[in-house]
């Protein structure tokens, strides 16, 4: 594995992933987690979206021919579970009552579909094709750790914008990843809909 194979595995899942857009989704969904568990739920999060995302690598396509599950049925169900996430964080006005655990968020939604949603996975397939096991699985684990990092220093984040400011920028969040869940299960409906 050359380096120059490494970055053109890196850029299209570093896009895919999109952690620095996920950031304020992340802030979201974590407000009810308490300060200590944070370090936890960078790891857990990070493991389960390894283990998922290096199933995929190696046995992503054989897997899915073996169940009859497809790519498109994978964006339905991520879609449709980010849509009820982002629903109850726009209904809810007052987070912080809501104590959650990191092992009941850490591995879904933000392990899985968070950092490795439907849109990662159906990059990782397609690069293993392209670039093979090596590169693809390489730039995988750099993106987790790369999301790790950005959704650890979320802290600075919100000593930087306030109290306040985040809140409104997790409620934005929310509308957005909404609409983001509508496109996706929209998607994986119409691939649904051109094979039958």
Known sequence: MNLHTFWLCFVPLFIAADSIGALPVFIS?????KKREFPKLIVISGITACIVGLLFVFVGEWILRLMGISVADFMVA????????????????????RRVHAE????????????????????????VKEYGFVPTTAALIANIVVAGVIFASHSFIIRIMGKNGTKIISKIASLFLAAIAVMIVRKGLFIILQRS
Not at 29 to 33: D, E, K, L, Y
Not at 85 to 96: H, N, Q, Y
Not at 104 to 127: A, D, K, R, Y
């Open 29 to 33: 969904i974590t407000q009810g987690v």
């Open 78 to 97: 991520g879609g449709s579970m980010l849509f009820v996430i982002s629903l109850g964080d726009l209904v809810t006005f007052e987070k912080a009552t």
């Open 104 to 127: 009941e968020i850490g591995p879904v939604p933000i392990g899985v579909p968070l950092i490795v949603g439907p849109g990662v996975l159906t990059t990782v397939m397609l690069l």
